[in-house]
C-alpha cells in the first residue's frame, strides 16, 4: 500500500506537463498579441487621433462639439474633393453628388445623428421647381446631400464666396452647385434668370434657403424674396421642405449629442397664372406654413435629441 503513492507520482507530472506548456504558449500567443496592438497603435498617428479625441470627447462635451463640427466639414470636403476626375466625365450634373452623400450621410449617422425624411409621395422627379428650406447650420450641407436621393435633379444655390475655397469650390461646381453674388444684385439676378430657364429646360431643382442666412432660433427670419421671383419668372412650383431644429446641437454652450433630424416635403404650390402681384401673399403664406411645421416638428423631436 505505502508503494501505491511513488508508483502514482510520474504519472501525475506527465499529466501536468502539457497542461503547463499550453498555458505557457497561450500566454505567451497573447503577450504577443498585446504588443502587435501597441505596437500598430504607437506606430499609426490616425489611431492616437482618434481614441484621443473619444477620451477628449468624454471628459470634456466642448472639444466633442468642435471635432464632431470639425469631421463633419472635413468629410463633406473629401467627399466633394477626392472624386473630382470622376466628375470631369459629365460636369455639372447632380447626381455626381449621389455616392458621396452616402458616404456624408453614413458618417454622420455613425457620430449619432440620423435623418427621416417624411412627404416623399409630394416629389414630382419630372418637375422642375424652387425647393425651400430652412437654414440652421453649416451641416446642412449633409441634410442636402441626403435629399438628392429623393429629388435626384435638385441643386442648392449657395453664395458665391464658397467657390472659392479651393478645391471645395471646384468639386461643388461639378456637382452643379449655383454661386451667386448676394452683394452685386445685378449679377445674381443675371444668375437666377439663367436658372429659371434651366428649371423648365432641364426639371432641375433649386435648393433654396428664404432665409439668406443659418438661423438656429425658434422663429424662422423673415424670407426674402428672390427664390419666389425665380418661381413665378419660370412659372414652375414652390415646394416647401421644413426641417426640424437641431436639438442635439447647441451652438451657445458648445455641444454637439446625438439625435434626429424630422424632414418633411410638403405638397408643391403651382405658379401658373401667378404674377408679381401675388408675390407678398406667397412669401406670408410660405412663411407662416413653414413656420407652423417647423413648430410641429421641433416639438416632436425633443424625444429623441441628447446633448
Known amino acids: 500500500i505505502a508503494a501505491n503513492p511513488t508508483k502514482n507520482t510520474p504519472t501525475t507530472q506527465q499529466t501536468n506537463k502539457p497542461t503547463n506548456q499550453e498555458e505557457i504558449g497561450s500566454r505567451q500567443a497573447m503577450e504577443a498579441i498585446i504588443s502587435a496592438i501597441k505596437d500598430a497603435f504607437l506606430g499609426s498617428l490616425f489611431l492616437q487621433i482618434v481614441l484621443g479625441s473619444i477620451l477628449l470627447s468624454l471628459a470634456w462635451p466642448t472639444f466633442k462639439y468642435y471635432s464632431k463640427m470639425f469631421y463633419i466639414l472635413l468629410v463633406s470636403f473629401l467627399v466633394l474633393v477626392v472624386p473630382i476626375p470622376l466628375f ?3 460636369p455639372r450634373w447632380p447626381l455626381n453628388a449621389l455616392i458621396s452623400g ?3 450621410c453614413e458618417f454622420i449617422r455613425w457620430l449619432g445623428v ?19 428650406l430652412n437654414h440652421q447650420s453649416a451641416i446642412d450641407i449633409v441634410l442636402l446631400s441626403r ?5 435626384r435633379n435638385i441643386v ?8 472659392y475655397a479651393f478645391p471645395f469650390g471646384i468639386g461643388s461646381y461639378l456637382v452643379g452647385v449655383v454661386f451667386i453674388d448676394r452683394k452685386n444684385t445685378a449679377s445674381a439676378k443675371d444668375v437666377m ?7 423648365n429646360r432641364d426639371n432641375l431643382k433649386l ?10 432660433k425658434d422663429t424662422l427670419l423673415p424670407f426674402k424674396k428672390g427664390s419666389f421671383h425665380v418661381a413665378i419668372d419660370s412659372q414652375s412650383v414652390i415646394q416647401p421642405v421644413i426641417v426640424s431644429k437641431y436639438r442635439f446641437i447647441d451652438h451657445k454652450r458648445k455641444r454637439f449629442g446625438r439625435g434626429r433630424v424630422i424632414v418633411n416635403i410638403l405638397p408643391e404650390i403651382s405658379m ?26 421641433s416639438a416632436e423631436v425633443q424625444q429623441y435629441c441628447h446633448l
Not at 193 to 199: D, M, T
Not at 209 to 216: A, L, Q, V, Y
Open 102 to 104: 452616402i458616404v456624408a
Open 114 to 132: 440620423e435623418y427621416e425624411i417624411r412627404g416623399t409621395e409630394n416629389i414630382n422627379v419630372k418637375n422642375g421647381g424652387v425647393v425651400l
Open 147 to 151: 435629399l438628392l436621393r429623393e429629388f
Open 88 to 90: 470631369l466625365i459629365k
Open 272 to 297: 401658373q397664372g401667378k404674377t408679381k402681384e401675388d408675390l407678398n401673399a406667397l412669401v406670408d403664406h410660405c412663411q407662416s406654413t413653414m413656420q407652423a411645421e417647423f413648430d410641429a416638428l
Open 156 to 163: 442648392p444655390v449657395v453664395k458665391k464666396e464658397l467657390f
Open 207 to 216: 435648393a433654396i434657403f428664404p432665409e439668406g442666412t443659418r438661423h438656429d
Open 193 to 199: 434668370n439663367r436658372e429659371s430657364i434651366a428649371i
